[in-house]
């Protein structure tokens, strides 16, 4: 038998696990963990009263894993070895190691806190830190202090924190195996710029033909999705033989037969070239495979908690993810790892991929808390705590589905849906679908959502009856797609106990999706395919859509942008049905709010269902607090130029304003400015808006004593005497000031008006002269001053020599400050000049 690296450390990990309950198990890629030491923990005393259980993030691992330790001990999958997952299972009564994805053993756990008749439970490929895995590890950890001393657990990863898990883990041991079944030579096909301007798979191509007319061995291709997984085969198909080369596309969505095909060997002698999502990167040996080309992407789920949405973005690997990615070459023979960036690119990878706690949809993991009749994430033994806004929307969504209580525990229903094994949305509809005769469309709905979509291409189909019409149908769709989601229907049509219905209610399907997503329930508002969802975002479908017209639609899926998403599956959903699903959530309120159209406030009842208003009716238009605050929000929304606005008003503001710039804050003046009113309209305008509910009855508002009842009687006494409107000048006229610039009040006078006058007026107490425009008998400005003896000193004579030629008949005497002052030509009874 082929020895393994980690052959020589399987007596290490016996001693420790014969002496503690615990176990961290470090190994390169290709030392042979997952496939070596399962099997050797049998001989182990604590393992002979029970099984051991190998839990795995993906299906696919789960049944290789099986299938290549089975074939090391020359038996048949389920003899001595088998695996469980969703919707396959090869378990017999002489197994005694189970390879089971980690989403099914949190349904045994709950089910079975005790785990009785398993010895272990191994965590493989842990580095990845799913959020299955971690919330499985910190459940296992509570089962074995509070149940099950004897139970032993064993994380391993070829990639770990040993020191953070260690910490984890009670009484634990930890193992570092070294070394590597064989050598695989790494290469940098990448611009060192780091640019990337061509498609990935463009890229990819063009190095696959490189390494497979250089290199012999079959080739392992990463790339970051199925769509591009699709046009690189196709490339290749075009440039390859046939004949000669195999090109198999390896993903989760195939069946699996065709998983294997990409698995095993070719069956007819041909060289092969897997092309696969990051599903390849760990706990698979592909045989044959002896080059690896890696695009160094892979497709990030992101959930976004203000919009309650996970999308899928296309993100760079980590550096571990890379060398896992890279170890695959080195399983069976040496091996050669291209990698399509450069190695100074290289130094700017994460170390390693980000836990899936921080950025997942978490109420599936709330879900699991509740049913595990856990309120406090914090008192759990996970690496890392769940955010906590994610958290709290996804049980805001729950509570909504009626799973949990006021503490957060699961209810009767809760712990229903729980089984169910889903996305709580799918188990919640499927639930209470059966309870109103529609299991059974439920069921198709439900494998329908959890799949890849079966119409490809078309961004202008969201309806889902066109989904339900192939799936029941034989032709349009793929059918392998088709097949896997029909099994996936009846699986839980036989959990569920219901019969298939070949012959679904296509009207029903908008109220059976509803149930599942009435945060998403949408009502059309505007043109076709604009839409208001539930939750208060705005929603679209292209107007070509058939759905476009549709009043209200049940909405499955939508991608995350923030300001309108874009509807990607839906169906048609009617008043009736709403109101009878959610008739405890209606409420009928009186709103009351500013009508921009009609620049007046309007007040109506509204029967609500959270954002979407399902009817209204005009109310008369009523007094008190929620109209003058409507009256506001329309003034704010007009501006200050709807308000009535005089020159006397103006002036007074001026005035403040001139005050607020000589003594600062500590004068005590308001700030009259644009901003500061339009911000504080609550505060002075509200209470003069009685009686005032549009934009015309505005014109009888008393603005000016609204802004003066901001002065208290100290401030307007101070402010005639500090900015008085007029100054009287020597002539016994009184003139106004123009206080429209604030650092300087413009006294504008006719010079023959001030002869006689020594200073400057002066305001603020005397601490600010005013700049004085003196004027011609026309009214135009000869001279500006702040210093008015200066100017009769010095400026006054060249003055007075163009003025008695311009206006001779004025009088222009030799002495201004001896001369009489007048608003006439001339002084009464004076001589000519």
Known sequence: MHKFPIDSSIPTILDALAARPNLVLSAPPGAGKTTRVPPALLSSSWAEAGRIVLLQPRRLAARAAAQRMAELMGEAVGETVGYRVR??????????IESVTTGLFLRQLQGDPELNGVAAI?????????????????????????????????????????????ALLPDSASVRSEGRSFPVETRHLGDPSGRMTERIEDRVVRAVLQAIDAEAGDALVFLPGLAEIRRAQ?????????????????????PPAEQDLALKPDPRGRRKIVLATSIAETSLTIDGIRLVIDSGEKRLPQFDPTTGMTRLTTGRVSLAAANQRRGRAGRTAPGICYRLWSEATERAFAPYDPP???????????????????????????????????????????????????????????????????????????????????????????????????????????????RLDLLHGEGGADRGARERIRRAAEAWRKQLGVALDRNP??????????????????????????????????????????????????????????????????????????????????????????????????AKSERRLWSLVLEERALATPSGDAVIAAM??????????????????????????????VEGEAGGWPDLGDAALLENLEHWLAPFLTGITRRAHLARLDLRSALEALLDWKLKKRLDEAAPTHVAVPSGSRIAIDYSD????????????????????????????????????????????????????????????????????????????????????????????
């Open 505 to 602: 209610d296509r009207t029903a399907i908008g109220a059976v999706v509803a149930l599942a997503y009435p945060d998403r329930l949408a009502q059309r508002r505007g043109g076709p395919g604009q839409y208001r969802l539930s939750n208060g975002k705005g929603a679209r479908l292209a107007e070509t859509d058939p759905l476009a017209r549709e009043d209200f639609l049940a909405v499955a899926a939508l991608d995350g942008d923030r300001r309108e998403a874009r509807i990607f599956l839906a169906a048609p959903l009617t008043l009736a049905e709403i109101e009878a699903d959610f008739e405890a959530e209606i409420e009928t309120v009186a709103a009351i709010a500013w009508n921009a159209r009609s620049e007046t406030v309007e």
């Open 122 to 166: 191994l965590f493989d490929e842990f580095h990845e830190r799913s959020l299955d895995g971690d919330l499985a590890l910190a459940l296992a950890l509570e089962s074995q202090a509070g149940l099950r001393p004897d139970l032993r657990l064993l994380v391993m990863s070829a990639t770990l924190d040993i020191a953070a898990i260690g």
């Open 632 to 661: 506001v929000a329309g003034i704010r929304a007009m501006g200050l130029g709807a308000l009535p606005w005089t020159p006397e008003i103006e002036a007074f503001r001026q005035r403040i304003a001139f005050l607020r710039a």
């Open 234 to 254: 196709a490339a290749l198909e075009d440039r390859l033989p046939s004949a000669e080369v195999a090109i198999l596309p390896l993903h989760g969505d195939l």
């Open 87 to 96: 919707l396959d299972r090869r378990i017999g009564p002489k197994t005694r």
């Open 356 to 466: 899936e706690i921080l950025s997942a949809d978490l109420a599936p993991f709330a879900l699991e808390l509740g049913a595990w009749g856990s309120t406090d994430p914090a008192q759990l033994a996970l690496l890392d705590p769940p955010p906590a806004a994610p958290l709290a929307q996804a049980r805001d969504l729950l509570h909504r589905l009626g799973a949990l209580d006021t503490r957060h525990r699961a209810t009767p229903h809760g712990k229903a849906m729980a089984e169910i094994g889903t996305h709580p949305r799918l188990a919640h509809m499927m639930l209470k679908s059966k309870d109103q005769g529609r299991g059974s469309l439920s069921c198709d709905l439900a494998a329908l959502l959890s799949e890849r979509d079966l119409v490809k291409g078309r961004r202008d189909d969201a309806d889902l009856r066109h």
């Open 742 to 833: 604030p650092a300087a009040p413009v006294l504008a006078v006719r010079l023959q008006e001030m002869f006689g006058a020594v200073d400057t007026p002066r305001l603020a107490g005397g601490r600010v002269p005013v700049l004085l425009h003196l004027l011609s008998p026309a009214r135009r400005p000869v001279q500006v001053t702040r210093d008015l003896a200066s100017f009769w000193k010095n400026g006054y004579s060249a003055v007075r020599a163009d003025l008695r030629g311009q206006y001779p008949k004025h009088f222009w005497p030799d002495d201004p400050l001896q001369a009489e002052p007048t608003a006439r030509a001339k002084p009464r009874g004076s001589p000519a000049r």
